[in-house]
């Protein structure tokens, strides 16, 4: 199971890259296993206008093919403001932003745990763990004996 949703992790992160590649907005990934039986993760874009729309959809198209995954279906209803890419595991969904306020996808997927866009695209480092002060005077009281022990071995 692990290794399946790594799988659909590096394609969510190829069509994040593509979509970014093209200045897709609002760049949004949801990561719905637990609420969804049919696919892992959801991509959510927003294009300014429908030639936008299609210059990203094609842009997608290009990078799921040389990546050789398939395409299992695609909706892509003129004039509607909203292209549904499936590729089975990850649904992308391209909106113009009429469209994406109209049907709201974050709200009616509000339970699921959303993804660092910045994270996938390798722009953000992973934060650090907060260190509490309990650890900092723990680590600092385990320093302080460690220099007594050697100055204790380095006098004798």
């Given at each position: 199971?692990?290794?399946?949703?790594?799988?659909?992790?590096?394609?969510?992160?190829?069509?994040?890259?593509?979509?970014?590649?093209?200045?897709?907005?609002?760049?949004?990934?949801?990561?719905?296993?637990?609420?969804?039986?049919?696919?892992?993760?959801?991509?959510?874009?927003?294009?300014?206008?429908?030639?936008?729309?299609?210059?990203?959809?094609?842009?997608?198209?290009?990078?799921?093919?040389?990546?050789?995954n398939r395409i299992l279906g695609m909706e892509t209803?003129?004039e509607s403001g909203w292209i549904v890419v499936d590729?089975?595991?990850?649904?992308?969904?391209?909106?113009?932003?009429?469209?994406?306020?109209?049907?709201?996808?974050?709200?009616?997927?509000?339970?699921?745990?959303?993804?660092?866009?910045?994270?996938?695209?390798?722009?953000?480092?992973?934060?650090?763990?907060?260190?509490?002060?309990?650890?900092?005077?723990?680590?600092?009281?385990?320093?302080?004996?460690?220099?007594?022990?050697?100055?204790?071995?380095?006098?004798?």
């Amino acid at each position: 199971m692990k290794g399946k949703k790594q799988n659909s992790l590096q394609l969510v992160k190829l069509c994040c890259r593509a979509l970014d590649e093209k200045k897709a907005g609002d760049l949004r990934v949801l990561d719905v296993s637990a609420q969804s039986s049919i696919t892992d993760f959801l991509v959510l874009a927003t294009g300014t206008s429908e030639p936008h729309l299609r210059a990203l959809r094609v842009e997608l198209e290009k990078a799921i093919d040389l990546s050789q995954n398939r395409i299992l279906g695609m909706e892509t209803a003129h004039e509607s403001g909203w292209i549904v890419v499936d590729i089975f595991d990850v649904m992308v969904h391209i909106f113009t932003a009429d469209s994406r306020a109209k049907y709201g996808l974050e709200n009616l997927w509000k339970d699921a745990v959303e993804v660092s866009v910045p994270m996938l695209l390798g722009i953000e480092k992973p934060r650090k763990r907060a260190v509490t002060k309990k650890k900092t005077k723990a680590v600092a009281k385990k320093a302080v004996k460690k220099a007594t022990k050697k100055r204790k071995k380095t006098s004798k």
